[in-house]
């Protein structure tokens, strides 16, 4: 199946980039305002709404599923990758990771106060989003949160759009057609915010956090 291609060749192509990636983005969030702003919003409006634990889905080595459990969140981290997952449980060992599958997390109905999905949406084949973003809505609490962060598709006209990613093949997304994908999975659109691409950027592509609540 080409779903189980694409997430095989992810994983392992994570699996053999997870030093060089966790060393590369380990300290991301200190030189970056704006993400710290988001997630700090995200962490706000999760607590307001309740005690409920927070999934990071599409982990990696695990740095900002600490920085959510630093915000005062009761956060766990998932990844397909078990060497990034490795590395994650060896860098804070406090915290809960796991391995797994966004398409079929191994998480109870509605027990999540927020879902973060951090640039994890986009290795998936467009015919596979909506089985993920079914997932996120099945496990978060009614008044539940989930933040997503994706790169943006330069074309109004063409809702997704393949790029040339440096570990694995990867998709942009039109920000009003993903906010639609949402809705129709019982997701509505609260926040966005739109980053636009600097100067020193490899990737010219506007970056994009969509907030969405299930109702």
Known sequence: MVEHDA??????????????????????????????????????????SGDGQVADLGCGPGHITAHLGELGLAA??????????????QAYPGLRFDVGSM?????ADGVLGGVLSRWSIIHTPPQELPVILAEFHRVLAPGGHLL???????????PTQVFDHTVA???????????AMLRKSGLAE?????????????????EIH?????A
């Open 148 to 158: 997503v962060g994706f790169s943006a598709s330069g074309d109004p006209s063409h």
């Open 210 to 214: 969509l907030l969405a609540r299930k």
């Open 169 to 179: 093949p990867a998709y942009r997304w039109s920000p009003d057609h993903l906010a």
């Open 103 to 107: 398409a079929a997390l191994n998480i």
């Open 76 to 89: 766990f981290g998932v990844d397909a990758s078990p060497a990034m997952i490795k590395l994650a449980r």
């Open 7 to 48: 997430l095989s060749a992810t994983r392992e192509a994570y699996d053999a980039a997870a030093p060089t990636y966790a060393q590369l983005f380990r300290d991301t969030l200190r030189d970056s305002p704006l993400d710290r702003a988001i997630l700090g919003a995200f962490a706000e409006v999760v607590s307001a």
């Open 190 to 206: 609260a926040a966005r915010m739109v980053r636009e691409p600097q100067p020193t950027d490899r990737r010219q592509f506007q």
